[in-house]
């Protein structure tokens, strides 16, 4: 089994900055052979993905609405992933996840481990 637990969530005004992480545990996760994705729900909107993070690193992916603000990176040693957001708009407004699978995609479909969220509120 692969527990998660994404933190970091909050209130922040219009143009500021929030860094979530995601911590990983159980024994069954490997950075090695597993791809962890960063989605967001905003009310009334469905499940999108924001970020993903592939095996040992190779490779990130971002889309359009982040592309440029976000960034995600990995802290093998504390089986950590982070989601640094920078110039929030209120359109970020959101429960923000983390979800690790051995193979790599952009739909919440293809996740199999997921943890609870965190809020992050952007005010204007």
């Known amino acids: 089994e692969v527990q998660l637990q994404a933190s970091g969530g909050g209130l922040v005004q219009a143009g500021g900055s929030l860094r979530l992480s995601c911590q990983i545990s159980g024994s069954g996760f490997n950075f090695d052979d597993h791809v962890i994705g960063w989605f967001r729900q905003a009310p009334g909107k469905e499940r999108e993905v924001s970020s993903c993070?592939?095996?040992?690193?190779?490779?990130?992916f971002y889309t359009d609405n982040v592309k440029g603000r976000f960034t995600i990176s990995s802290d093998h040693a504390k089986r950590t992933v982070y989601l640094q957001m920078n110039s929030l708009t209120p359109d970020d407004t959101a429960v923000y996840y983390c979800?690790?699978?051995?193979?790599?995609?952009?739909?919440?479909?293809?996740?199999?481990?997921w943890g609870q969220g965190t809020l992050v509120t952007v005010s204007s």
């Open positions: 993070i592939s095996s040992s690193d190779r490779s990130t």
């Open positions: 979800a690790a699978d051995r193979s790599f995609g952009v739909t919440p479909g293809e996740y199999h481990y």
